[in-house]
């Protein structure tokens, strides 16, 4: 006896699930890798990014100072997770570092922080521009590595 699986008109159609050694498996392995290494090199220069800015916090705000050695060892540890083990958590994490890491500079920029209100409205720094660019290329790059691990996984 066979079976034939129905589906509603409500659901979206899926393309047939690529079998492990198919090409088109090999493709979204070669994709993922790509995001894998995009990700990685982003977290690595938003680490680079705060490294550089570290002595200035702590002759200015050492609590920022401290913050910023939170975010490069999240950095860190997160370019170790994203190239070795890769899975979805781990690109979420990226994004969600990425995104926190912008909050922090729209708080520092709009309404400052305890002892730092010397950057309010400094918008056009190189530096803090750098930073923008890479934390959104990050979050993008994440988030689309997210999305094709789940549709890999399906």
Known sequence: MTTTATRSPDEPMQPPAAHPG??????????LLTRRIT?????????????LDLPSKFAETPYLAFAYIGIIIAVAVLIERVLVVGSRIDFL??????????????INRTVGMPMAMGDIGNWLEPLGLLSLVVEF??????????????????
């Open 22 to 31: 198919s090409t088109a498996a090999r493709l979204i392995d070669q994709h």
């Open 39 to 51: 990700v990685a090199l982003s977290l690595a220069v938003i680490g680079a990014i705060h490294i």
């Open 93 to 106: 994490g990226a994004a969600a570092l990425s995104a926190a890491v912008i909050v922090g500079f729209v």
């Open 137 to 154: 290329f990050a979050i993008w790059q994440a988030l689309v590595a997210a999305l094709v691990y789940h549709r890999r996984a399906r």
